[in-house]
């Protein structure tokens, strides 16, 4: 009797996967428009001033836990955290966001800047292209001025 062993192996990458989407999930819940910034009034990186304006605690506090586990453990857990931290974490938008529209620009910039670009250009085609039906409207022979 021939067993399959696919099934088994499909069964462990389903759950394998569905534990990674889990973990992206809730790192993208973290690191979400309403999750962490890094601070741009930070002194290395703004993660630590980043971590205390989320968790609402002094930055002071923040530096010297991180300082603390940065001496007892060495460089490379903490260090290493902290430098991918820096480098994934988004920045804080320079002035404050004042609408969702805002915040879904914002959002859509700093994870592909490309299409940013592209919706940007093609607002200012629709412009455009008004701009132009009115200058065809008003210098017809047709159009009235009074």
């Not at 462990?12 to 309403?34: I, P, Q, V």
Request: hydrophobic content about 35%.
């Amino acid at each position: 009797m021939k067993r399959h062993y696919g099934h088994r192996q499909n069964h462990n990458f389903k759950r394998y996967k569905r534990h990674y989407t889990g973990l992206k999930d809730r790192f993208e819940t973290l690191a979400s428009s309403k999750g962490i910034y890094r601070s741009r009034r930070g002194i290395f990186m703004g993660v630590c001033r980043g971590l205390s304006d989320y968790f609402n605690i002094s930055v002071f506090w923040v530096r010297i836990i991180t300082l603390i586990s940065f001496l007892f453990t060495g460089f490379w857990p903490v260090g290493v955290m902290y430098i991918v931290a820096g480098l994934i974490i988004k920045m804080e938008p320079v002035s404050p966001l004042s609408n969702e529209k805002d915040q879904e620009f914002y959002n859509t910039y700093t994870h592909s800047r490309s299409s940013a670009i592209q919706r940007i250009k093609r607002k200012f085609e629709n412009i455009e292209r008004r701009i132009q039906r009115m200058e065809h409207t008003v210098t017809s022979r047709e159009f009235d001025w009074e």
